[in-house]
């Protein structure tokens, strides 16, 4: 689990030991990679929200940096295993609907409230990848695309769970 918690926090909160463009001292970056590290940590001693869980529905709705919506799917959640070139215990996603036209064999892993979804585990050394944290009935986070030479953010993402009956 601490090989994927490193791979991840680098590529989405970017490569802090560099320096820093702009005037920033790479002290202030390793400053705001600690502070994103320490709000990782205490979201997974938190528990994972009783709405993630297997078999339910999650809509998941991504915006752009424009914030024109990109995509917008249903999976349900498994406890089914799925391999993924990424260390860690991955589950499948099943896809339900929606958009889904890039979206190849997803995997999701869940650490407390941080919930990371794998849009194809079909590629190796490149991650197309939702970021974020659950809360009861909510999932937040941006959509990247993580790669050897670190990470591009894409936009913004929402979850929430789909409710069939009131």
């Not at 997974?44 to 917008?72: H, I, L, M, Q």
């Not at 590629?123 to 909510?138: I, K, R, T």
Request: hydrophobic fraction near 35%.
């Amino acid at each position: 689990m601490r090989m994927i918690l490193s791979l991840l926090l680098v590529g989405v909160f970017g490569l802090s030991g560099c320096s820093i463009h702009g005037g920033l001292s790479s002290e202030r970056g390793r400053e705001t990679f600690d502070s994103r590290q320490a709000h990782y940590q205490k979201l997974a001693s938190e528990p994972t929200p009783d709405a993630w869980r297997a078999g339910v529905d999650w809509e998941f709705v991504t915006t752009g940096k424009d914030g024109a919506v990109v995509e917008s799917f249903v999976v349900r959640v498994t406890d089914a295993p799925q391999h993924a070139c990424l260390s860690g215990d991955w589950r499948k996603l099943e896809i339900v609907s929606g958009n889904t036209g890039k979206l190849r064999a997803l995997a999701y892993v869940i650490d407390g409230r941080n919930l990371h979804v794998l849009l194809s585990t079909a590629l190796c050394d490149a991650y197309p990848m939702y970021a974020g944290e659950l809360s009861d009935n909510e999932f937040a986070g941006t959509y990247n695309f993580t790669h050897m030479q670190g990470s591009e953010e894409h936009g913004k993402v929402s979850g929430r769970p789909v409710r069939l009956f009131p």
